[in-house]
C-alpha cells in the first residue's frame, strides 16, 4: 500500500532549501520541549541533539567517502539510542541479562478517550510520545545523489514505526487503521527512502499492540527484526567493513507483564465501597483507617456498588506493570490490569468492560487473556493467582518473583504467564480441594530482615485446635467465639456465638480442619522444596475449617487472608475467643506477627497489624480481606525484568 505520510516528506524534500527534509525537532508547535525524546534526535551533521539541527558534533569525524549504513536502538538500556555509544552499537542484535533493546506495547490510554493507544493512527499527544522507543537511522552527510535506503520489519502486523516532519508525527510503516486482530490489520512491512534522508540521519520510534501471548511454536515469540538497507546510484550495495553487504540489523524486545505480590511498593488498593448503613460497611471503615496508617505510602481507592456490583476485587482482575528502559534510569510504561474471564457476581457484565470504563487511562492498561468470554472456572479468579517474592536457589533465579497458581486454571493463562520469560516457570498447587479453589485460603507473604527477606503464612488448623484446648483446660470452656456474630443456619439468619466447650465437641469441625491440615502440610511440602525454606521461614495462621460435602472453607475467619503493604498487614478480625475482654486469637497475632518473635517486617520488629471486620461482606460470603482488595503500583528501577533474560 502508499503510505499517504511519505507524500508529506516527498513535499518537504521539495521544499527544503537544504535539499533535504530534516527530521522535526522535538518541540511541538507552540509547545514545550518534549524532554523524553529530545535526546536521541539527529541533526543533519550527524550531531545528537535535542531538536536543534546546528548543534555542535559530539562524535568523532568520518571520512566522508566511506559510506554510513547504521541503525542504532537503545541496547545498554539507558533509555537513549545514541550511534556514538559503543553499548548501544555493539549489542543491538543481543538480549541477555545486561544488553537488549525493549519496546512496549502501547495498550495504555494517554489520550483517555477509552481506546488503546494504539489504536488509532496518530500519536496522542508527549504522553504517549513517551511510550514510543527509540531506533536512530545514523546521518551520512556525504551521501551520493542517487542512493537510495530501506527498512524493512519482520513482524509489521505487531508494530507501528513513527517519524516527525514539522512537530507532527507521522506513521511510516507497520500495522495501519483500526483492527481487531493482527490478520486483519493492513500492514506495510518496509519503507524507502532517498538520500536526503540518510544526509540528515532519521529519528524513528516504535510502538507494539500486543504483548506476547504464547510459547507455541507458531505464536509470535515478541521480536522483532529491522533491517536498514542502503544502495549507491549504481546499484551496489553501500558497503563499508561493519556493513559489508550494505545492511544493518538491529532486534527489540517487546515488554514484559510483571504480576505484583506482598513485598512490591504498592501505593494504591482498591475495593468495593458499602453504604455506611451497610452491615458491611465496617470493612471499609477499618480500611479507611489503615488508609490513614499509610498516609503518603499508600491510598485506598474504592468503587461503588452502582458502577460494579462485584465485592471481590482481588478475584475479578489482577494487576500488574509493563515497562521499559527510561532516559536517566527511570524506567517508562504503566500498570496493566488483567482480567478475569467470567460475569461478575451480579451477572451484570464482564470485567474487562467495567475495566474499560474504570480502569483504562493514562498510564493504565487493560487486557483479556481468555479465548473465550465467560469461559473458565473459580480456579480463574485471581485469589488462586499469586506471586512468591523473591528468590534465588540452585533451582532457579526468581528475583522478581515465581508465579503460583492453584489448580484448574485455564491452559490459555499457564502459557501467558510462562510466555512473559520472567516470573516463570509456574509453581502450581492443588487448592482442589477448596470450596472456593483459592491459593489465597491458604498462603500468604510478609517481609521479613532475613538472608530471604520474606516468610511463608499458612493456614493452621491444629494451632486453632490448641488455641480451644488451652482455653478449656485454663478453666475458660465457658468463653464465647463469633460474639455477636450471625450467619445463616438452615438458611435462617441466627446467632452464630459459641462456647469454647461447643467447638470442642464438634467432631465435624475437628475432622474438616485435620483433613484440610493434610491438604495445606502436602502444598507446604512442595512450596519448602522448590523455595529450599526452613521450617522457622513458615509462620502459622491459625483457624478452623468448615466443609461442604468433601470442600473446605474457613470456619473461623481465615486470617491468612490478608492484604500486605510495606510493613502493613490487614487481617480480617478473628471474632475469636473473648477471655477478659480480650480476643485470644487477636492477641496471639499481634504477639507473634506484631513482634520481633518472627523476625517479621523490614526492620524484623513485626509488621503494624489492623484487623479488618469482614464478616458480613465477605467470612459469611466464602471469602475474607484479600479476596476483597487488589493493591497495585506503577513502573519502578526495582521491576526491571530485563535483567533476566529466558
Not at 572 to 587: A, L, T
Request: hydrophobic fraction near 40%.
Amino acid at each position: 500500500m502508499r503510505n499517504p505520510f511519505l507524500a508529506t516528506f516527498c513535499a518537504c524534500l521539495a521544499a527544503t532549501a537544504l535539499g533535504g527534509c530534516v527530521p522535526a525537532s522535538n518541540t511541538p508547535a507552540g509547545g514545550a520541549p518534549d524532554s523524553g525524546l529530545a535526546e536521541v534526535a539527529v541533526a543533519a551533521d550527524g550531531a545528537k541533539t535535542g531538536g536543534d539541527a546546528t548543534a555542535a558534533p559530539d562524535v568523532p569525524v568520518i571520512d566522508p567517502k566511506i559510506p554510513v549504513v547504521d541503525l542504532v536502538v537503545d541496547a545498554n538500556r539507558d533509555g537513549v539510542a545514541k550511534f556514538d555509544d559503543p553499548g548501544d552499537q555493539d549489542h543491538e542484535t543481543t538480549f541477555d541479562q545486561k544488553f537488549g533493546a525493549v519496546f512496549l506495547p502501547n495498550l495504555d490510554d494517554d489520550d483517555q478517550d477509552k481506546l488503546e493507544d494504539w489504536f488509532d493512527d496518530k500519536v496522542n499527544g508527549n504522553e504517549d510520545a513517551l511510550d514510543l522507543a527509540p531506533i536512530v537511522v545514523r546521518p551520512w552527510p556525504a551521501a551520493p545523489e542517487g542512493t537510495k535506503g530501506k527498512i524493512v520489519i519482520d513482524k509489521p502486523e505487531l508494530v507501528r514505526v513513527w517519524t516527525k516532519v514539522d512537530g507532527e508525527w507521522g506513521l511510516l510503516a507497520g500495522s495501519f487503521g483500526s483492527c481487531d486482530k493482527p490478520e486483519n490489520c493492513t500492514t506495510l512491512g518496509e519503507f524507502e527512502f532517498q538520500a536526503d534522508w540518510l544526509r540528515t540521519g532519521i529519528e524513528l520510534r516504535i510502538e507494539g499492540k500486543q504483548l506476547r501471548m504464547s510459547k507455541a511454536a507458531d505464536a509470535w515469540s515478541g521480536d522483532v527484526e529491522i533491517k536498514l538497507s542502503v544502495t549507491l546510484p549504481d546499484g551496489k550495495p553501500a558497503a563499508n567493513k561493519d556493513a559489508p553487504d550494505g545492511t544493518d540489523t538491529v532486534k527489540m524486545r517487546v515488554a514484559a507483564w510483571l504480576l505484583l505480590g506482598n513485598l512490591h511498593d504498592h501505593d494504591k488498593w482498591r475495593s468495593l465501597r458499602y453504604g455506611k448503613s451497610s452491615s458491611s460497611y465496617p470493612f471499609n471503615a477499618d480500611l479507611d483507617a489503615a488508609a490513614s496508617q499509610l498516609a503518603g505510602k499508600a491510598v485506598y481507592e474504592t468503587y461503588e456498588s452502582s458502577s460494579y456490583a462485584d465485592r471481590w476485587t482481588q478475584d475479578f482482575y489482577q494487576t500488574g506493570v509493563v515497562q521499559m528502559p527510561g532516559p536517566g534510569g527511570k524506567p517508562q510504561g504503566y500498570r496493566m490490569y488483567n482480567a478475569r474471564p467470567f460475569y461478575n457476581a451480579g451477572g451484570q457484565t464482564l470485567p474487562i468492560i467495567w475495566m474499560r470504563k474504570a480502569l483504562l487511562g493514562q498510564d493504565q492498561a487493560i487486557l483479556a487473556v481468555y479465548k473465550k468470554p465467560n469461559s473458565g472456572t473459580s480456579y480463574d479468579s485471581h485469589g488462586n493467582h499469586d506471586l512468591v517474592p523473591p528468590y534465588v536457589n540452585a533451582k532457579g533465579d526468581f528475583h522478581h518473583g515465581r508465579i503460583v497458581t492453584g489448580s484448574g486454571v485455564l491452559p490459555e493463562t499457564w502459557d501467558w504467564y510462562d510466555a512473559q520469560r520472567v516470573q516463570g516457570p509456574i509453581l502450581k498447587l492443588d487448592s482442589s480441594w477448596l470450596i472456593v479453589g483459592h491459593i489465597d485460603e491458604f498462603s500468604s507473604y510478609m517481609p521479613a530482615k532475613t538472608p530471604r527477606g520474606w516468610k511463608l503464612m499458612v493456614g493452621d488448623n491444629k494451632m486453632a485446635k490448641g488455641m480451644f484446648e488451652k482455653a478449656q483446660a485454663d478453666g475458660f470452656g465457658k468463653a464465647k467465639v463469633f460474639v455477636g456474630r450471625q450467619g445463616f443456619v438452615n438458611n435462617k439468619q441466627a446467632s452464630l456465638e459459641q462456647t469454647v466447650d461447643d467447638v470442642l465437641v464438634n467432631k465435624d469441625i475437628l475432622q474438616w480442619s485435620q483433613e484440610a491440615d493434610v491438604k495445606v502440610a502436602a502444598n507446604v511440602v512442595k512450596m519448602k522444596a522448590e523455595f529450599e525454606m526452613n521450617d522457622d521461614e513458615i509462620v502459622s495462621m491459625p483457624f478452623l475449617t468448615e466443609a461442604e460435602g468433601s470442600k473446605k472453607v474457613a470456619w473461623q475467619p481465615g486470617t491468612v487472608n490478608c492484604l500486605v503493604i510495606g510493613d502493613h498487614a490487614m487481617i480480617p478480625k478473628p471474632f475469636g475467643i473473648i477471655i477478659d475482654g480480650v480476643d485470644v486469637f487477636e492477641k496471639d497475632l499481634l504477639d507473634r506477627l506484631g513482634s520481633a518473635v518472627h523476625g517479621l517486617g523490614s526492620d524484623g520488629g513485626g509488621m503494624k497489624i489492623k484487623f479488618v471486620d469482614d464478616w458480613y461482606g465477605y467470612h459469611i460470603n466464602l471469602g475474607e480481606v484479600h479476596c476483597g482488595t487488589n493493591p497495585e503500583m506503577g513502573p519502578s528501577a526495582k521491576l526491571s525484568w530485563w535483567d533476566i533474560a529466558r
